[in-house]
Structures are given as C-alpha cells and as structure tokens.
C-alpha cells in the first residue's frame, strides 16, 4: 500500500519544480511531478530521478575521521568528531586569533541553513571568514543588478511573464539542458509569435529553437552589448522619455559606447553589423520585451560590467519597470541560488541582504540575535580568496565546509586542493563521499532534501516550502543540528535552535525591513499554497511578483546606467594555449556532480566528461570523435573524449564541470577574479588542444582515481 504523498520540491536547480514523493509500506518511493505553477507536472531527467538518491548504498551515516594526514578515514561516534573540531576550533582561534576559523557554504542550502550558518561564523566563531559556492554562480549579476537597481532579486517578473514578451534576447543561457521544463514558457511564446535570439558561442538546444542565434567569440559579450547600444543610439531607438523619467546616468554611458563602432566590434565578436542592428530594433520595436542573461555573461573577470553593458541596453530600450513581460533578468543556477545568496553566508552580509558595514543593519541584526553590534565581525574575504589563503599567515587555519565541494567546483582546482592540504582541520558536512569529503580530516553526515523541512528561493524570488517525505537514515544529522552541536560546546549552543520552523520564523524577524523582506512570508501561508515572492513586509502583504513597476529601490527610485568598457584579459590566446576553453553544464549532471554521478541513470545517461570541439578543428589537430583529447592551461592538463559538434565556434572547446579527477576541468579554469563580484574566470581561457598520448602526459596532466577516460 501506498502512503499519501507529500508535497516538495526537487533538490537540483533554481527551478525548484514541484514534485510529489510516496513512500510505500516495503520502502519504495515514487516520484512524480506535480501541478505546481512553475513546472506544471514536468520533470527533467535529473528531477525524474531524484529519488535515486535517498537510500543510496554509498551514502554517508556515520562520522568519519582521519587519526593523522595521510591516513584513512575511519568511523566515530558523534561525541568524538564533534570534540575533535571544537578542540581545533580553540586551538586555531587561541594562537591565530577569531578568523582562523571559517566557514564555507553553498547555493544549494536551504534558507534556514543559509541563515544559520552566517550566524553561526559571526556568533559562534566569531569570525569574518565565511562565504560560499554561489560567488562562483551569482555574484556578477548580483553586483550589476545592486548597482542598476539597487536590489539583486534574479528575475525581477515571473517565469509566467515569458511568453508575453514578443521579442526574448537570451545571453549565455541554455535552459533546454540545464532546465528543461522552463522551456515551455518559451515555447508558448514562440507560439503566440514572439521573436527569440540567443547569444551563445555553442549552438545549444536552446539556440536551436531561437529564430537568430548569434555566436560571438567567447568573451566578447561586453563588447556586443556596448555595440548593440551604439546601434541603438544611432537609430534613434532610444526611449527617451523613459530615460529622462526613470533613470540616471545615461549620458556617461552614451559617450562610453561611442567608440563601439558597429565594425569594430563585429570584429571583435564575429557578429554581423546586420545581425546586431536586427536584434537591436527587433527589441526596440516590440510592444513588450526582456533581455535574459546568464552565467555565460557572469563567470568572467569582468562579469559585472559585462551584465552591466547589458542592463543598460535594456534601460536605454526602456524595458525594466515598463510593465509584464518587459525588463532584464538573470536566471539562477543553483538549487537556492536566489535564497542563498540573501541571508548571511556571503562575506559581507546579514540577513535580509542587510549589510556587514551598514550600522543600522548591524544594530537590527544583532538585536534579532540577542547579541551586541559590536560583537559582530566585519566583512570576510570572497570565497576564492578565502580558499587560496587556507593555512597561511592570516588565513583560515579550520575550515567547515557546508554541501559544497570546490576540490571540484572552485577554478584553478588542483591549487585549491593544495590549499586544503595545508589546513589544521578540514570538516565537510556533506550526505555523500564528494571529492572534497574525500580529503576531509572530519566528515560529518547530513539529512538531505526530502528528510527534512525547509524553505528555498526561486529566481523570481519565490519562496517555496520544502517538506520531509521520508524518514533519515539512523545516524546522521540536519546541518542546523550540527551546527546547534558546535556551537553548544563552544557555548553558544542556545543562539542555535534545530527546528526549521523555529530558525525560518527568526530569519524572518531579522530580514524585516531589509532588502529580501520576508517578514509575511510565514511557514502558514506557504503550507495553505500561497505563492509569494518577496519583498512582503507583512503578513496581510500579497507578495511582490513584479518589481520595479513604479520606482526601482535606489534612494532616488530611479534606475542607474554605469559605464562600462571592455578590459584587456589577462591571458590571451597565443602559440602555445590557441583556443578558448569555456565550461558549462550537461542536461543529466548538476553542479560539481556529487549527487547526480551517483545516480545509476543519470551516470549512465552522460558516464564521463568529454570536451565539445568543431570537427575542424578535430581534423586539423588529429583527433576523432570518441578519442581520448588532452586539454591544457598554464595550470595544468586534462584528458576526456572528444564529442565533435559542428555547432560550436571552430575556436572554441566545451567541457561540463561535473566531473573531478582526471577529467576535472577545473584544474584548467583561471582564478583571475572579477574586481566588484570576485566571480573567477571560469567560462574563457586559453588552452592547447591535442590528441591524448598515456605514454607521454602532459606534466601538468592529473592522474587521479576517478579517471573516467580509460586511456588505451
Ligand atoms: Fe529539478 Fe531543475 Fe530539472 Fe526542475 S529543471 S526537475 S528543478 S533539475
């Protein structure tokens, strides 16, 4: 017999759709998806097989820990993995001071977690070094939409808005693989008439669909939106009216663009004269209109200015705020990508997008915790300076790493790792056995989605409730349970209660008033089906669907354009790194993979990582589709198979970061950082490509366990 089903979400990407989990008397479960406004009922293959995941064999339940560097890991009781890194705690914090402890977190963590976590870095450590994976995803977009509009909410209109737009410029996104079930709020548009073009260097899913795809050299996006708006200028497209009632700064950026010769930058970017001025008076011209853009706009070093360049297209076209259907907006990634990044665990940040710097939010913040102002730290490093300084003169010395796995996930990976080998104490808190747990000095087991209650965030900043459907494995822990642990044997236990509800209806308390208001968005009203997307101040407050109608949350209430020019990358292709690797995501992987490669489907659904290349360039350099080809950066050296594709840029290879080992191709990526957001390089730099030869590795190449490329 069947157990009435509960009502969640899927615990991959932003989308969060809806799903039903059953759990029969013989512990089988069934998953479907289920009527909820974002997904009605549509699944991908990564949602479909979520449920692959709870009771897995190689899940973690019991403490491990390492007696010595070096040594293997071997199960504790909870008293003694707890006692060892609170031992640590002290002794890092007594001979190096607070901030040699810290904390890192990640996109994925439900809200309560999130906020708890921040708390638990400033209350109970007591130290500024916490931030998280989401600096790798959001934060350039995060960056630009504060400086435009004074407020990051990802997509500041819903999904259901989409098919009303008659013209949808799509910038570095690819939902048809990495979100599949939003594609039906383009689809319904396309059917109703309205025009898409995707901006894209591959010739994606989605670009397929599109009626233009324009494929500029990676890189080059700021350039073509900078142009595009030179077009703009020159056509007379610009709405005046509504830059001179909503808006500031626009003549700064008009004589910014001025040297973008629509020429010029075609070839710069390889995109037509023709093909941008279409684009540009297809969405000047359309009754209703929105730019999209992506993490193929933000993952630059200068991804800020990039999605900024964009932004201001869409001011000078007069989209944001004109009504539904109209405006600019980013698509998150991650699972709480929009939560996430709202409630503390970023380096400079309290709850509510409340500032570290900012004394009245500190006083707030710090009365809601029961603590003084004083008390609380100040602003940390981002997330991969962070990293890059474990173990060293003023770095962090013990780190608590939180649902998060940078030995794959972070760029420049082989010296992240590095880096965690000179820790005093690693502890990772994780349900499986990541690459990073791997390394770990203590690794703590952790409920996952569907065994515990708990509140995510989707991109339009709609807060949805996750529900516990099956019971934990015996041993393992919440993370706020965790959490509550460390911080009582530091004494502090009673700042950190366990129950979702209880911490959830706390975040609210301290985001009230703050940018992501949440105050009436109780537990209640989510469980009685109210959609509501913040700000909502109070608890008789509908929501706020839709941002930005009457003023934009500036302390003028007027949208600012910001000035922005191309930089000078600092690596270029040369004779030795002549092509542009850029990464990205598969439709069967999530993230850095450490759930979706243990699902018996998805792995055999997409088994290894393989590198996208034109089969030009295949033919020139030697390599057949199917053949193992090594990828090289001044970092290091990586081997996968080929997957020849003639819709990429003969210039430019693919590769998914899903993958750790030998095929980690994040051991390529740069740490170059973005000087605003410190978003990393990771979607273009210079590589060799070449045919893989296992009698000769390259020196840089990592020979590691996990190989998935049995070389010949
Ligand atoms: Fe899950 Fe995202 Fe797939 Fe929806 S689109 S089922 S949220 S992974």
Not at 4 to 10: E, R
Request: hydrophobic share 35%; aromatic share 6%; with cysteine.
């Amino acid at each position: 017999m069947t157990a009435p089903s509960i009502a969640t979400h899927c615990p991959y990407c932003s989308l969060q759709c809806g799903i039903s989990l059953a759990c029969g008397e013989d512990g089988t479960i069934e998953l479907t998806g289920r009527d909820d406004p974002i997904n009605r009922g549509a699944l991908c293959t990564k949602g479909t097989n979520a449920a692959e995941l709870l009771g897995h064999p190689e899940r973690l339940t019991t403490p491990l820990v390492r007696d010595f560097r070096g040594g293997p890991l071997r199960p504790a009781s909870w008293d003694e993995a707890l006692d060892r890194i609170v031992a640590a705690i002290r002794d890092a914090q007594a001979r190096h001071g607070l901030d040699a402890v810290g904390c890192f977190g990640g996109g994925g963590l439900t809200n309560e977690k999130v906020y708890h976590l921040g708390k638990f870095a400033r209350v109970a450590l007591r130290s500024s070094n916490i931030d998280y994976n989401g600096r790798f995803c959001m934060s350039s977009a995060a960056a630009a939409g504060i400086r435009a509009f004074g407020v990051d909410r990802g997509m500041p209109f819903p999904f259901a808005d989409i098919p009303g737009a008659d013209v949808v410029l799509l910038v570095g996104s690819n939902p048809a693989d990495t979100m599949p079930p939003a594609m039906r709020y383009f689809e319904e548009g396309r059917e109703r008439g309205a025009r898409h073009i995707v901006v894209d260097p591959r010739r994606t899913a989605t670009a397929d669909l599109a009626h233009r795809h324009l494929q500029p050299v990676p890189d080059t996006d700021l350039s073509l939106a900078n142009g595009m708006l030179h077009i703009a200028i020159r056509e007379g497209l610009v709405d005046e009216g509504y830059v001179a009632d909503r808006t500031t700064g626009f003549d700064a950026v008009r004589r910014a663009v001025r040297s973008d010769w629509p020429d010029r930058v075609e070839r710069t970017t390889g995109i037509s004269v023709a093909d941008m001025t279409e684009t540009v008076c297809e969405l000047a011209r359309a009754r209703t209109a929105m730019i999209l853009t992506a993490r193929g706009v933000e993952q630059h070093a200068d991804g800020t200015a990039t999605t900024q360049a964009w932004i201001n297209l869409a001011l000078a076209l007069g989209l944001p705020g004109r009504g539904p259907s109209s405006g600019w907006g980013t698509v998150t990634g991650q699972g709480n990508g929009q939560g996430g990044r709202e409630h503390g665990q970023k380096a400079d940040q309290l709850p509510g997008y409340r500032t570290l710097t900012d004394p009245a939010d500190r006083a707030h913040v710090a009365a809601v915790w029961g603590v003084e102002p004083d008390e609380l730290p100040g602003p940390g490093v981002s997330a991969y300076e962070l990293l890059d300084r474990l173990g060293t003169d003023g770095g962090v010395r013990v780190l608590l790493v939180a649902a998060s796995n940078p030995v794959v996930s972070a760029p420049n990976a082989r010296h992240v790792t590095q880096r965690l080998s000179c820790l005093d104490l690693l502890v990772v808190t994780d349900f499986v056995f990541s690459e990073t747990a791997e390394r770990a000095d203590v690794v703590l087991p952790t409920t996952q989605w569907a065994e515990e209650d708990g509140t995510v965030t989707n991109p339009e900043g709609r807060v949805l409730l996750r529900r516990r459907a099956v019971d934990p494995p015996t041993g393992v822990r919440t993370d706020l349970e965790i959490l509550h642990m460390i911080a009582a044997r530091l004494g502090r236990g009673e700042f950190f209660p366990t129950d979702p509800g209880e911490v959830y209806a706390e975040l609210c308390r301290a985001s009230s008033g703050g940018i992501a208001d949440y105050a009436g968005i109780t537990y209640d009203r989510l469980a009685a089906g109210e959609q509501l997307c913040w700000p909502c101040p109070d608890t008789d407050h509908p929501g706020t669907p839709r941002m930005f109608l009457q003023s934009f949350a500036t302390a003028d209430g007027r949208a600012r354009f910001v000035p922005v020019t191309p930089r000078f990358a600092a690596e270029r292709p040369d004779a030795d790194y002549p092509y542009l690797l850029t990464t990205g995501r598969s439709r069967a992987h999530y993230q850095s993979g450490a759930q979706t490669r243990r699902s018996p489907t998805l792995q055999r659904a997409e088994p290894e990582a393989y590198a996208e290349l034109h089969p030009e360039l295949a033919r020139e350099i030697g390599v057949v589709h199917g053949g193992p080809v090594r990828l090289s950066t001044p970092r290091g050296a990586v081997v996968v198979r080929a997957r020849l594709d003639p819709g990429i840029r003969r210039d430019t290879v693919f590769v998914p970061f899903h993958w750790g080992g030998a095929a980690g191709v994040n051991a390529l990526t740069s740490d170059a950082l973005d000087p605003t957001s410190r978003m990393p390089e990771f979607k273009t730099c210079p590589v060799a490509v070449e045919p893989a030869d296992a009698r000769s590795p390259h020196p840089g190449e990592r020979v590691a366990a996990q190989s998935t490329v049995p070389l010949p």
